[in-house]
């Protein structure tokens, strides 16, 4: 049995603790929260669950093996490092660190103490970005043209980070997962309307062998909007997350360029075939990325989701930030 105590009982936490707590092989032993409130909910939905506004308590329990931290980031590097040095594995929200130093140390620190980390990239486990994951490594969409990503909504505004490391990480991570092609440099551009964040920007992600990704990420859009397009040179996909059914779209289109000897004028022939919907995994992916934090642990494997992954997201997202400042000037990874 693994026995998890959880940190941070806000808008995320109950979704962390309800997965745990779902998972065979894993006991939900302890929940930490500094409001009062948060506690009286966590009582009222977990009725056997010991609760603690006592951050030292959860952290140095005795019955406790993991600790998941789901506090706002710039809180992850303090607790998860006390968890660690308290000989705890660490599970961690996004994004998992203020700075890319903080994480190198984290990672250092669970090496030296064989302690696992995980960062919860929750994307990486539904059933759309495993299936965009199997057609690419089977060749299906051919080489790689881009990666296109529109995240907006109306708020939730965060009053710690800006909207790039509140929202990006999903892209973030998703691209690194989907696209082996090493990140060259990142541009950004954004601007702040209501406070001292911004609420709005615009990620371009340069990879090697020109693939280029883009990430529009806004809290002030009137309408949520969940779409990435993939193109590649063979298929092209459409990948809505706000479909009930269908949220991947495979279509057969693409564009092929000759050269014939003697002749000046490129030809292009456009190929527009079949589009089709292949069937995706509907479980809950948190469940699922809960579980394998488990199995991780019981089993002494690395997850794939690890610090090192997370430490990418990071480096991505100070990168972001610096060309942000500069108001969009181009910053090598
Ligand atoms: N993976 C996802 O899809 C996803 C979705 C939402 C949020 N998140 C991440 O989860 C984290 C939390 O986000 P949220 O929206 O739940 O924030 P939130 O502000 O709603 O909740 C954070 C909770 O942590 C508590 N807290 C803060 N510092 C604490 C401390 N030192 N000790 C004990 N409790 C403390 C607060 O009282 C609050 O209840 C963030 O890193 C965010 O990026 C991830």
């Given amino acids: ?38 506690l009286g909910r966590v009582k009222q939905a977990h009725p056997s669950v010991q609760v603690t506004s006592d951050i030292g308590e959860a952290l140095s329990a005795t019955n406790v093996d993991a600790v998941a931290i ?14 660690l040095e ?26 030296k103490k064989n302690l696992r980390i995980m960062v919860d990239h929750t994307f990486l486990f539904t059933g759309a970005v495993k299936k965009i ?5 089977e060749g299906a969409l051919g080489r790689l043209f881009y990666y296109d990503s529109t995240r907006v909504n109306l708020g939730l505004f965060q009053h710690d980070v800006n909207v790039i490391w509140d929202l990006a990480p999903h892209d973030l991570s998703i691209m ?9 440099a990142i541009v950004a551009t954004g601007e702040k309307h209501l406070n001292a964040h911004e609420d709005i920007a615009f990620i371009t992600v340069y990879f090697q062998n020109n693939i280029i990704a883009h990430i ?5 859009s009137p309408v949520k909007v969940r779409t990435t397009l ?32 003697g002749v000046y004028d490129l030809l292009v022939s456009y190929r527009s075939g079949d589009m089709w919907a292949p069937r995706v995994e509907q479980t809950e992916a948190l469940k699922a990325e809960c579980g394998y934090f488990i199995d991780c642990i019981k089993n002494s494997t690395t997850p794939f989701n690890d610090g090192r992954s997370g430490l990418k997201v990071v480096k991505m997202l100070e990168a972001a930030n610096q060309s942000i400042r500069e108001r969009g000037r181009i910053v090598p990874i």
Wanted: net charge negative.
């Fill in 1 to 38: 049995m693994i026995r998890i105590g959880i940190i941070g009982y806000g808008y995320w936490g109950p979704h962390i603790v309800r997965n745990f707590h779902s998972i065979e092989g894993c006991d939900v032993t302890i929940v930490c929260d500094k409001r009062t409130e948060a």
């Fill in 70 to 83: 789901v506090t706002p980031v710039w809180t992850h590097f303090e607790l998860a490092k006390a968890a």
């Fill in 86 to 111: 308290n000989g705890k594995h660490v599970f961690v929200e996004k994004p998992f660190t203020s700075t890319a130093a903080q994480a190198e140390e984290l990672i250092e620190l669970a090496e």
């Fill in 133 to 137: 994951r199997q057609l690419i490594d």
């Fill in 176 to 184: 690194d997962y989907l696209i082996k092609d090493k990140v060259e």
């Fill in 216 to 220: 529009n990420v806004n809290w002030l």
């Fill in 230 to 261: 993939i193109g590649g040179e063979k298929k092209m996909v459409v990948w809505n997350d706000l479909e009930a059914d269908e949220k991947v779209k495979i279509y057969d289109k693409g564009v092929q360029i000759t050269n014939r000897e």
